[in-house]
């Protein structure tokens, strides 16, 4: 099992694990179906529609803009992950594996991630305000909130990555 795994980094499983999520999630069958079978009014139906938020696609009747963005997204969410999981200090310094502040960083590395992700793909629309800018960052780290611990479990029991 990759959770009692003791030679795995804590930020090389959170990264592991957001890539699956966005290859997963955030491809277009599962963002179609997602779309096409659940109601938006339900709290499960909301998840699974969030579940698809940094998409990716490879063809469609958009602009090639639009399709690059969201697919950057998708690209930043990932990068920005194993970023924050450097840089955060609990699955860093934490002395024992396995510790609540690792679990939390990775959580926060998510949230982080999807947040800036949104913002700086913000900056490549047409025409970006930067109310469509805060929007975004919020839809992002919303995002993060709600899927984020997944990334936390991940990072559960890992060394800090380097020695």
Do not use: C, E
Not at 133 to 161: C, E, H, K, S
């Amino acid at each position: 099992m990759a959770l009692t795994n003791r030679y795995k980094s804590a930020p090389g499983a959170g990264t592991l694990a957001a890539l699956v999520l966005v290859l997963v999630f955030g491809s277009p069958w599962y963002a179609d179906w997602a779309a096409d079978n659940t109601n938006p009014d339900t709290a499960g139906g909301w998840w699974l529609r969030l579940l698809a938020w940094p998409h990716w696609q490879f063809d469609s009747d958009d602009s090639l803009r639009s399709i690059i963005i969201a697919d950057l997204k998708a690209i930043l969410v990932v990068v920005l992950t194993l970023l924050f999981l450097y840089l955060l200090p609990g699955s860093q310094l934490a002395r024992a594996r396995g510790t609540i502040s690792q679990f939390f960083a990775g959580w926060a590395s998510y949230i982080f991630a999807g947040g800036f992700a949104a913002l700086l793909t913000t900056l490549f629309l047409a025409n970006p305000t930067l109310l469509g800018a805060f929007r975004a960052a919020g839809d992002g780290a919303t995002y993060g909130l709600f899927v984020g611990w997944i990334i936390g479990l991940a990072t559960l029991g890992g060394r800090r990555g380097t020695r």
